[in-house]
Each structure stands twice: as structure tokens, then as C-alpha cells.
């Protein structure tokens, strides 16, 4: 536990790896995944590309996750624990958690 109540993972596909996703992957995939809208323009650039020539008939593994994994991309998932508002003065304060992902900038998207 830290003093800020924050936390943050590097999350990140080694190189040269063929990974086989266990069923319950897609589900930890929904929640610490990345999504589209972190991607620097090259990458987004390549994503768009990709995603055109994906063909996703033939597997359940969705685009974003083949390539973020093909690609060995990375970026960081935090979240931050916080009280909420108690809806009656008697009730004690809800826990709440804030998630966030980010692009990792001192990954290298060019390449």
C-alpha cells in the first residue's frame, strides 16, 4: 500500500513469443487491457491496418489482442482506490476504484 492509494502495472507481450490465450484471458483482457483511443499514430496507423485484414471468423481472440501480443506492444494499467460519497450520514463511505490505462511513451511505436 502506498501513501497516494495508487497503483500501476507495466503490462507488456514479450518478443518472439507464440502465446495460446486461456479461455479465461478475454475476461482479464475486458477489464487491464488497452484500448484503441492510447494508441501514438504509428501504432494507430498499424491497428487500422490490421484490423481491415483481420480475420476474426476463425478465432475468438479479438483484433486488439493479437496485436497488441503479435507486436510485443506495452502501457500501463493504474488505479487508485478512493471513498465515495455515503448516500445517508449513518452509512459508512463506499470504497471505490478508478482504473485507468495509458500508452507506455518510452516504448518505441515506430518500429
Known sequence: QNKTNRHSWLIYFKRNVQYKFPGWFLQWWDFFGPIEE????????????????????????????????????????????????AQHPLQPHPLQIN???????????SN
Not at 494508441?39 to 493479437?66: R, V
Open 38 to 85: 492510447i494508441l501514438p499514430a504509428p501504432a494507430d496507423e498499424g491497428f487500422k491496418i490490421f484490423k481491415s485484414m483481420y480475420d476474426n471468423q476463425n478465432t475468438w481472440i479479438p483484433a486488439d489482442l493479437q496485436f497488441f501480443s503479435s507486436f510485443s506492444l506495452s502501457w500501463i494499467h493504474s488505479w487508485k482506490y478512493k471513498f465515495g460519497k
Open 99 to 109: 482504473s485507468y490505462v495509458k500508452w507506455w511513451n518510452l516504448f518505441d511505436a
